[in-house]
């Protein structure tokens, strides 16, 4: 069996979402790592808040897994007053393919919002089911 179907190991593409009328979704791809339920890796999303900076922002991430739940901190690889932790928190469903929750930015007041990640293969299935089209 591979590890990504007993592991959240392997490529995710995902979306986070903020409060209403805040900012619109913003996707992101994210690689990650997992082994004995600790988790790192890496995420990449365009740059939607962070005057100054680079268009795409790439961010660490590293956290857990316990069973279907899933925590993990992203910190972004940049130096900027606007660089700071955000908090995930979420649940994974048993075929280790889809990951939903919320997330905490501790700047910015305490901004928070939804998140939502699937394999890039759900994600194709999914769109297809959908639209009829193949990717």
Do not use: C
């Not at 316990?66 to 932790?85: E, L, M, N, R």
């Amino acid at each position: 069996m591979s590890r990504d179907k007993i592991s959240v190991s392997g490529h995710w593409s995902g979306r986070y979402t903020y409060p209403a009328r805040f900012a619109p979704p913003v996707t992101f791809t994210a690689l990650l790592d997992e082994h004995a339920g600790i988790i790192d890796g890496w995420s990449d999303e365009p740059n939607t808040f962070m005057a100054d900076a680079p268009s795409t922002l790439r961010a660490d991430l590293n956290g857990e897994r316990s069973g279907q739940t899933i925590t993990f901190v992203k910190t972004y690889q940049i130096s900027h007053p606007d660089a700071d932790f955000v908090h995930y928190s979420g649940t994974i469903n048993p075929s280790l393919t889809h990951i939903v929750g919320a997330w905490r930015f501790l700047g910015f007041g305490g901004l928070t919002g939804r998140f939502e990640m699937l394999r890039p293969a759900v994600l194709k299935a999914s769109i297809k089911a959908k639209t009829g089209a193949t990717i």
